[in-house]
């Protein structure tokens, strides 16, 4: 599970190592995706399919479920932004003190 106490330049790393690894990207490290890259559409080129592995990486991996498919558009355009989205996501799972 994900430590909210990690910098997001970790998060972003983990995200990108993720993806490598879920999609089966063989040929690519972390460095070779830009946070700010398209995921989709250009970028990486990622599908539809792509975005359900998205989906349940996100589920195994940080405990995050993704309900609604406009949001998951807007939250997976980019590594940025899904590091943005995981973080926020993680701290609403917190308890509240």
Request: glycine share 4%.
């Amino acid at each position: 599970m994900y430590n909210q106490d990690y910098p997001m330049t970790d998060l972003r790393r983990k995200l990108k190592e993720l993806l490598i690894e879920r999609l089966k990207f063989e040929d690519m490290t972390p460095e070779d995706i830009d946070d700010d890259q398209p995921l989709f559409a250009g970028g990486l080129g990622l599908d539809s399919i792509d975005a359900l592995e998205i989906v349940v990486m996100l589920e195994s991996e940080f405990g995050i479920r993704v309900k609604n498919e406009s949001s998951a558009r807007d939250n997976f355009r980019s590594v940025s932004a899904l590091a943005d989205f995981v973080e926020q996501r993680v701290a609403e799972q917190q308890p509240q003190a």
